[in-house]
Structures are given as C-alpha cells and as structure tokens.
C-alpha cells in the first residue's frame, strides 16, 4: 500500500509569493489532515477533511491559507500570499477510521518564506 | 498555549539500558494519548497508544505509562537500541475530535 505522498518536499519562495502544497492520503482514507511544525515548535493542527468537506478547520492561521479536497482524494493546501512566518514543515496525514491506530502521515514540505 | 509539554528537548542512553520519555498535558478533557516517532527527513510514524480507561499499555520494547491525576505520561523503552535513536513526540486528543495535540518533541540518542 502507497503511503501519503507530499510534494514538493522542499520549496523557498519570496515573501509575497504564493505556494501550492499537495497531499495524496492512501487509497480509501476518507479522513486528511494538514498540520504544521513551525521550527523547534510543536506540531500544529490546521484542518481535517471528511472526503471532499471541512470538518474542522479551526487551526488555519488566517485567511492567507486556503485548503481544497476536490472529489475526496488528494488536497491542496495554498498560501497566498506567503509571510516570513510561515515558514515550517507542513505535513499531510490520512486516516480511514480516526484516531484508533493514528493517522499515517507523509513526509512533509519543508516551505522556506525568504 | 500550549496543553501537551514534552519539557525535555534531548535525551541519551546507552545502549541495552531503559530511555524513559517524559509528557504532561493540561487539558483534562483528554482521554486518549498517542506517541510518534519521527526520522529525519520522514513524516512522524505512530508508536503506541493508550486509553484513559488504562494506566498501561505494551508493545514488545514500547510501553506507555498514563497517570491521570497527574495529568502525566511516559513513554519506556527497553531495551534501548541505535536505530531507537529519533525525535519522540507525544500527542493527545479527546473523545470525539479527530485532531492531535502533539508536544514539542524529545530527540532520543542511543549511543552504541
């Protein structure tokens, strides 16, 4: 079974730019997640989805940041127009029946705002 | 403000002895309490899990200790080994929510 794919793994923009972050969850994950570790910080929740719909999105910083799940598979998680402080590792997870066994998540885009 | 602490940012042991993993969280509508483990360069891989109903839970060389009253929970590994050797972190969420809380990580180092 393929395991939740990010990409890009990397990206550096100008402060001012806009990013496009993908998440692919494993087949049949009807739950995705998007967190953010902010450097030497914690791990941050931003949004669940439940297939194509917003669960929660309680963690989104602001209005900067837009998340989309078109037909229930992968996502896009958009910043625009990006900040300094936005930089961190943003990581997608999925899971199929919630928390039980965890999520399974990827492995990151680390996004450097310069 | 932060509900699950992980105070301790690094951690050596020697190889073969016991890593204690130390995380307190604030929040007591938590109940249920999970701890990954993350490489480098890798997403965080889910380790073990336990209910507030338990106060222990095992799995081979992983076992997580809960102590409710002091909102407390630890994370033994025995015996430790090299490729143990990642950051540590612990996470909580309550019953009916689908998002973690995780902690700041604690960077484990087993020296050979």
């Known amino acids: 079974e393929a395991g939740v794919t990010q990409f890009p793994s990397h990206s550096v923009i100008e402060k001012g730019q806009t990013v496009t972050l993908r998440c692919d969850p494993i087949?049949?994950?009807?739950?995705l997640y998007w967190y953010r570790r902010v450097m030497g910080k914690e791990i941050k929740f931003l949004l669940h989805?439940?297939?194509?719909?917003?669960?929660?999105e309680s963690g989104m910083p602001n209005n900067r940041f837009l998340a989309e799940r078109t037909g229930g598979t992968y996502s896009t998680l958009k910043v625009q127009p990006a900040e300094l402080e936005d930089s961190g590792v943003y990581f997608c997870?999925?899971?199929?029946?919630?928390?039980?066994?965890?999520?399974?998540f990827g492995s990151g885009t680390r996004l450097t705002v310069v | 403000d932060q509900q699950v602490k992980q105070n301790s940012p690094s951690l050596s042991v020697q190889e073969g002895r016991i890593s204690i993993l130390n995380c307190d969280y604030t929040?007591?509508?938590?109940?249920?309490f999970l701890w990954y483990k993350k490489y480098p360069a890798e997403g965080p891989t889910f380790l073990i899990s336990?209910?507030?109903?338990?106060d222990k839970n095992e799995d081979g060389r992983f076992t997580v200790f809960l102590n409710k009253s002091a909102k407390h929970l630890s994370l033994h590994i025995v015996p430790s080994q090299p490729g143990d050797s990642a950051v540590y972190f612990c996470?909580?969420?309550?019953?009916?929510?689908?998002?973690?809380?995780f902690g700041t990580g604690t960077r484990l180092t087993v020296i050979p």
């Open positions: 087949s049949g994950h009807d739950n």
């Open positions: 989805f439940v297939k194509e719909s917003k669960q929660d």
């Open positions: 996470a909580a969420s309550e019953t009916g929510a689908n998002n973690l809380f």
């Open positions: 929040n007591s509508m938590f109940d249920y």
């Open positions: 336990i209910s507030s109903i338990k």
């Open positions: 997870a999925s899971s199929q029946v919630g928390l039980t066994y965890g999520y399974t």
